[in-house]
């Protein structure tokens, strides 16, 4: 099993970026996927999910509006959209796939605000 994020780096404030996470070894289709993100001494919070049919899409409080969440089930790929990019938003972005029968994590991605 595999969760390979992509699509980080350095950005300046207001702009965007596209994270990617690529999926392999289990059945992609049949998960909910949602990326998480920690910040130095901060725990790990939910930024964004979508059910495995991708229908269905949920945002933490902060990121509604600047963040969309995608998925392609034919390309076992999740992609996190962010716009407006503020510094508060500097973490490692983590992808995480979850069903009834198990869990998986990316090693995650970092994402730095800065001008």
């Known amino acids: 099993v595999q969760l390979v994020e992509s699509g980080g780096g350095l950005v300046q404030p207001g702009r965007s970026l596209r994270l990617s996470c690529a999926a392999s070894g289990f059945t992609f289709s049949s998960y909910r996927m949602s990326w998480y993100r920690q910040a130095p001494g901060q725990e790990r919070e939910l930024v964004a999910r979508?059910?495995?049919?991708?229908?269905?899409?949920d945002y933490a409080d902060s990121m509604k509006g600047r963040f969309t969440i995608s998925r392609d089930n034919a390309k076992n790929t999740v992609y996190l959209q962010m716009n407006s990019l503020k510094p508060e938003d500097t973490a490692v972005y983590y992808c995480n796939a979850r069903n009834v029968f198990a869990t998986y994590w990316g090693q995650g991605t970092q994402v730095t605000v800065s001008s």
């Open positions: 979508i059910s495995s049919d991708g229908g269905t899409t």
